[in-house]
């Protein structure tokens, strides 16, 4: 990893996007591997590509608590 500051995003009714250079974990802390430094995380829980987002959200009417 780098010295930059990863930068994590929750979007509005939409997934969590980090940018930078973060490691990330399974719950059990098996390293998810990542093809890319953006990378967006599903909230929705519908996504078939967990724990990446593709865009189910919005045909499913996600909403967040804002």
């Known amino acids: 990893m780098n010295d930059e500051t990863p930068i994590i995003t929750p979007y509005p009714d939409g997934p969590i996007v980090v940018r930078g250079e973060v490691e990330l974990r399974a719950a059990d802390g098996t390293p998810i591997p990542r093809k890319r430094r953006t990378v967006a995380l599903c909230r929705c829980g519908l996504s078939s590509i967990k ?4 865009g189910t959200h919005k045909a499913a009417g996600f909403r967040t608590d804002d």
């Not at 724990?51 to 593709?54: N, S, V």
Request: charge should be negative; proline fraction near 25%.
């Open 51 to 54: 724990p990446f987002c593709d």
